[in-house]
């Protein structure tokens, strides 16, 4: 499967090491973990909703890569969680992380859960570091801008 996934340029397209800022899916000090989106939209989607960018006119200022990965064909457990768990703003990601940490902890390495900035795509969380996980990458775009069109579909914090 071909995920999606927007970082710095200058930066390789993994993390490496626990050293992570947390999100939804691991909360400091779990790292790595590495967010994908099915689409190059939803990863861009991810990155607005994440830095909290709400104009477009700051679109034309972001230079980022997106990378096009082959993140294999393994299968991805669900959180059990509601939908606007997995979606909400921040106060959410607690429970997010508690739900991902059970998951690691009964062996399991990778997750799938609906896109909190996009709700119509879906989010991949792999853990564990690069050379374990031995993913294929290929840039798709340097110093790119996320499209307008993506900046009305983003679900925002509120």
Do not use: N
């Amino acid at each position: 499967m071909i995920a999606f996934r927007q970082c710095d340029a200058r930066c390789p397209f993994l993390w490496e090491g626990a050293a992570q800022p947390e999100g939804r899916w691991h909360a400091a000090g779990e790292g790595p973990a590495h967010y994908f989106a099915d689409t190059p939209d939803g990863a861009w989607a991810d990155f607005l909703r994440h830095e909290e960018i709400r104009d477009a006119a700051d679109l034309v200022t972001i230079r980022r890569a997106i990378w096009a990965v082959d993140i294999g064909d393994a299968p991805a457990v669900r959180p059990d969680l509601p939908v606007q768990t997995m979606q909400g703003d921040r106060s959410t990601w607690p429970a997010c992380q508690a739900a991902a940490r059970e998951l690691r902890a009964a062996g399991q390495q990778r997750l799938e859960a609906p896109l909190a900035a996009l709700p119509d795509s879906r989010m991949f969380v792999l853990y564990g570091e690069p050379s374990d996980l031995k993913l294929t990458g290929w840039i798709a775009a340097v110093d790119a801008s996320p499209p307008q069109a993506v900046m009305r579909r983003v679900q925002h914090y509120s």
